[in-house]
């Protein structure tokens, strides 16, 4: 058999999720983009990445935008979302702009399973569009679209239609599951497959040749938040926290920022405002320089208030990195002992002061850290993710 005949033969698989790395941006979505690739073995996959776009005109999406990258296909149409009232009516938008696209999509691509990486209001529209074609749809709820919106009333209520409606749902920790339990979910159709990391970007390097090649200084304490400077990953917390700590006898400590976000403006105010200790944002880098951030510092600090299954603390476990976090989400099951990191409440910016300065003077075994994440692969996650894929293709296939 050839290689084309062979891929005609692979089950096709539409993947929707709201982001995904590009040329332009390469280092977005690679959580997505890990587990695509390692499906691409046995399945042929195309992507529907809906944008959402500002005012109330129709969009015309018969010529929607298709890009490619690394030979994936992604579709691109715009939908309409109207400010603040949007979120509400997001789900039908999103359906009734990729509704015709899907169809022509599926003339030359009958997909035979969706996949759909976020709840709402991607999900929304998957199952819409699996109900016109007659496939299954596997749900990867990953945190926010269950954390935060199922706490309001009307989007709790369009969270359900997709998780009733999915063949099975797939979040990325435990707490998720439990949250999509407390909806009344039957607990039949629910498993949990936490994130993986690869191997070969996240190790062990030697600490002072990387605070070298970072132009880092040697003698100092470092304190690292890898993420976006938004509200919900605790940026306005850590502030307070890094105030507490500015001490005449904290001169050698130094916290770096990577990332971007809206609250850069108060994340540089700070810097100037503080008199012993220092603070770097560096900005956004290359996922596969982060292992280097990562090696040269002392602690990562996460002090989200909601979490799914953060990348970033598995990552930081594997280059031998203790944590200080929140105890919120997910990060209790990577973190479940004290000899991986220490764990305060969110919103606690004295407890979070407390617990950098404890971890920055414990003696961690680094061997302890490391083999916490022996086995959290990309290539794990994706074998359990493609049983379920194939179980419901062959549900699919009886009905």
Not at 24 to 41: D, I, S, T
Not at 76 to 92: D, H, M, R, W
Not at 264 to 277: M, N, P, S, T
Request: proline fraction near 5%.
């Amino acid at each position: 058999m050839t290689k084309s005949n062979q891929k005609k033969d692979k089950p096709k698989v539409l993947i929707f999720t709201n982001i995904f790395p590009s040329a332009e941006n390469p280092n977005v979505g690679f959580y997505v983009y890990e587990q695509v690739q390692r499906l691409r073995a046995v399945y042929d996959i195309k992507i529907m990445m809906a944008k959402p776009s500002g005012g109330n005109k129709k969009k015309d999406n018969s010529k929607a935008s298709v890009k490619v990258f690394e030979g994936i296909e992604i579709f691109e149409p715009q939908y309409v979302s109207l400010p603040k009232i949007g979120v509400f009516f997001n789900g039908y938008s999103y359906y009734r702009a990729i509704e015709k696209i899907v169809e022509l999509i599926y003339k030359e691509f009958p997909f035979v399973l969706i996949i759909a990486y976020w709840t709402y209001p991607d999900g929304y529209a998957a199952v819409k569009i699996a109900k016109k074609f007659q496939v299954p749809v596997i749900l990867r709820p990953r945190g926010s679209d269950i954390n935060v919106y199922a706490d309001n009333p009307v989007l709790r209520f369009l969270l359900k239609r997709p998780l009733k409606k999915a063949y099975k749902i797939i979040p990325v920790s435990n707490h998720l599951k439990e949250r999509v339990l407390r909806l009344g979910i039957n607990q039949h159709k629910i498993c949990s497959i936490l994130n993986g990391i690869n191997a070969k970007d996240f190790f062990v390097m030697d600490k002072n040749k990387c605070r070298q090649n970072l132009d880092l200084p040697l003698d100092h304490k470092l304190v690292l938040f890898v993420g976006n400077f938004i509200a919900i990953k605790g940026i306005e917390y850590f502030i307070e926290a890094i105030r507490v700590l500015d001490q005449p006898s904290q001169q050698n400590l130094s916290f770096i920022f990577l990332g971007s976000g809206p609250l850069a403006d108060k994340l540089q105010k700070i810097a100037r405002e503080l008199k012993f200790i220092s603070i770097r944002i560096i900005g956004d880098i290359a996922h596969n320089q982060l292992r280097v951030w990562m090696n040269a510092s002392d602690l990562l600090c996460l002090p989200s208030l909601h979490e799914g299954c953060p990348n970033v603390v598995i990552e930081s476990l594997a280059c031998g990195l203790p944590v200080v976090a929140s105890n919120v989400g997910g990060i209790p099951e990577l973190i479940n002992n004290d000899e991986l990191g220490i764990l305060v409440p969110a919103k606690d910016e004295r407890s979070l002061a407390d617990a950098i300065e404890k971890g920055l003077i414990k003696k961690w075994n680094q061997d302890y850290l490391l083999n916490r994440v022996k086995n959290f692969s990309w290539d794990n996650v994706v074998e359990k993710l493609q049983k379920e894929c194939d179980l419901a293709i062959s549900s699919a296939k009886k009905d």
